[in-house]
């Protein structure tokens, strides 16, 4: 319905409301449902398809506060004893087979627009939990895990012909953590090393011993696998679809 070919540095927030604009003149019905992916959830757009009486529906990038509105969210949710929805669909069989589960709460919402206007409205924001996007994030922690694992491992080889030494530690500290950085296990894993000081014909080097988990860490960060925040402006109505992507 709508096709914008724009340059490739610029990012897509921004992106999304000219494409919203331009659709939009094509309706003239209002309460239209507008679905996007992370990138519609920037708060200028959310706020401008609200105050076109229209509705939203978009993840949160895991960005800014919403890591932690989502821990908050869990947390009061379950002091709270709030109902856990359930979302099912059926299967090739036509058997009925959950596919998520998850929380609903409500937050008021303020943007302060260019033209010194502000808007306000309250949006129901779900707590979503998919065990199937729970399962990939576990794969690919345990890859990002052992990879890094198998580089720290090697970062300081045996003496050998070819083979070179880390002399500093300040040398081994930044290599290693630009290893955990890469594979975003920060925090995940934990090395020791032992100095080897100048002896005859060696130099001083820096030998990493031993490579391990820090579990509690790796278990943390587990229990919000396939967790993701939504957040929409639709009461609890049905409403007519339109999809941005």
């Not at 869990?74 to 087979?97: F, M, T, W, Y």
């Not at 627009?113 to 729970?134: C, I, K, M, Y």
């Not at 990002?144 to 090697?154: I, S």
């Not at 696998?225 to 402006?233: H, K, L």
């Amino acid at each position: 319905m709508a096709t914008h070919i724009v340059s490739g540095e610029q990012a897509d927030d921004g992106l999304y409301l000219p494409i919203f604009e331009q659709v939009r003149q094509s309706f003239t019905r209002l309460g239209l449902l507008w679905v996007g992916d992370c990138k519609m959830g920037a708060q200028a757009t959310r706020a401008r398809i609200h105050q076109q009486q229209h509705y939203y529906l978009t993840p949160l990038a895991r960005v800014g506060s919403v890591p932690e509105l989502l821990e908050q969210g869990l947390i009061d949710a379950v002091a709270n004893e709030s109902p856990l929805l359930r979302v099912h669909r059926l299967d090739e069989k036509g058997h009925p087979q959950e596919i998520a589960t998850g929380y609903e709460l409500s937050r008021k919402q303020e943007h302060h627009q260019a033209d010194g206007n502000t808007v306000e409205w309250t949006e129901r924001v779900f707590l979503v939990h998919s065990p199937a996007h729970a399962q990939q994030q576990q794969r690919g922690l345990e890859q990002r895990l052992k990879r890094a694992t198998q580089k720290l491992n090697a970062l300081t080889p045996a003496v050998g012909r070819g083979k070179r030494q880390v002399r500093s530690l300040s040398e081994l500290q930044q290599k290693a953590n630009a290893i955990l950085k890469a594979h975003r296990v920060e925090g995940l894993i934990e090395y020791s090393y032992e100095y080897h000081p100048a002896v005859k014909q060696q130099k001083e080097r820096y030998q990493i011993t031993k490579v391990t988990l820090i579990e509690a860490a790796v278990e943390t960060t587990q229990q919000r696998f396939g967790w993701r925040v939504y957040v929409t402006n639709a009461p609890l109505k049905s409403c007519h679809l339109r999809k941005l992507s």
